[in-house]
């Protein structure tokens, strides 16, 4: 148990569905992560709030949308998804605008069919 | 952010000592050393940081030295459950986390 936690652990989703993944930190960080590990690649960063305002976004398509109404949440909205959007989708805090030591929940396996 | 190199892979067995090198030539002044451990289907779990010289705690050693170009992740006395990947981080610690393809440790009985 890391102090964060996502929801769901797993996800099936057509490409015309709309859903969103959830999460959850109680470690009193106030910056948080959405990464994504597809089959045999490195994690990607997605997005990267600090201070509940994104201050990264790397290149992510706008079907996927973050959002972050507090610094103990954190939110990624899905729509009109592709099969190659199936990955494991990883949320991470830490204490500071990106600091080295980060806190990873046990991610979203979503498969897009 | 220093450009790491790290083995793919690398095979072992129980009981032995484990060390995963990590090349970062270009690491800067201001630059921290990490190691997180994956398992799979699961988040990255940080492991350990050093900055020089050597850095233990209950789970791993972090051998770093004078030139700092290079460390040495050091699992002592693995076992099967230490299969997973490993992944070495060289950054300020104010950046973000940025991971490579890190190694693939497999531990045989």
């Known amino acids: 148990e890391t102090g964060v936690t996502q929801t769901p652990r797993h996800l099936v989703m057509g490409m015309t569905n709309k859903k969103s993944l959830k999460c959850e930190q109680h470690l009193g960080h106030n910056a948080m992560y959405w990464y994504k590990q597809s089959a045999k690649k490195p994690l990607e960063l997605m997005f990267v709030y600090s201070l509940e305002e994104r201050v990264e976004n790397n290149s992510v398509p706008s079907r996927f949308s973050p959002e972050c109404p507090n610094s103990s949440h954190l939110f990624l909205h899905l729509h009109t998804l592709q099969p190659e959007d199936s990955a494991l989708y990883l949320c991470a805090s830490s204490h500071g605008g990106g600091v080295t030591e980060a806190f990873f929940g046990q991610g979203t396996r979503l498969t897009v069919v | 952010l220093a450009k790491t190199t790290q083995p793919i892979s690398m095979d072992s067995y129980e009981g032995q000592e484990v060390n995963i090198t990590c090349s970062h030539n270009n690491i800067a002044t201001n630059d921290y050393i990490t190691w997180y451990q994956q398992f799979p289907s699961q988040g990255p779990r940080f492991i350990i940081q050093g900055y020089k010289t050597k850095v233990t705690n209950e789970v791993a050693s972090l051998f770093i030295p004078a030139d700092r170009k290079s460390s040495t992740l050091s699992l002592p006395r693995v076992s099967l459950s230490d299969t997973a990947v490993y992944y070495c981080?060289?950054?300020?610690?104010?950046?973000?986390?940025?991971f490579g393809s890190g190694t693939r440790l497999s531990i045989r009985p």
């Open positions: 981080l060289v950054a300020p610690q104010a950046s973000k986390i940025i």
